[in-house]
């Protein structure tokens, strides 16, 4: 594929950048625990601030993302959320979490299983009897989805499949799971 030069490339505002660096950077953490883990919850901060805030943080924090969080005042670090509250499903979580002014976005990573859509019509409406369905089907893909969002800003998502589980074979978009992305935005309203 070449780039036609005449053809403007639509710039990359520093949030989405910044977002998207920060949603690989948790896709990537997540996956090194490997596949069947729960979900997981992260508040983002911008880094430069988080820093004076709390200056004793910068002694936990590598030297390279001291460095490029100098160079970017939108680097974004992940704090993951211990001891989420309990709930039925990821749509109670989500719904029950609320965020501080001082943070900037959150991000969330969630395992699913999808069906191609002709599977999904034929799934029983009995909840056990789709279950057993779902887990049988041989089409099923196993996915985790990581989505963030800033505050009043973009979203960001990323999709791997335990098929083609690889770092080079991360599905990555703004909007590929548009149900999620608003989920998360809503938790920072």
Known sequence: MSIDPAVPVPAVSPQLAALADSVREIEHHVAAAGWDGPVRVFALVRTQHMLRTEPGLASQLDS???????????????VEQEELPAAPDLETLLAGLSWPSTVDGMAVTVERVVLPPAAEEAMPQDTEAALEYLLAHPERQDVRLVVG???????WCAVRTRAHDDDEQ?????DLVPGLVSAVRSTLE
């Open 170 to 174: 991360v599905g990555q978009g703004p």
């Open 149 to 155: 969002a800033l505050r009043d800003g973009p979203a």
């Open 64 to 78: 390279a993302v001291l460095d490029a969080a100098r160079a970017e005042p939108w680097h974004l670090t992940s």
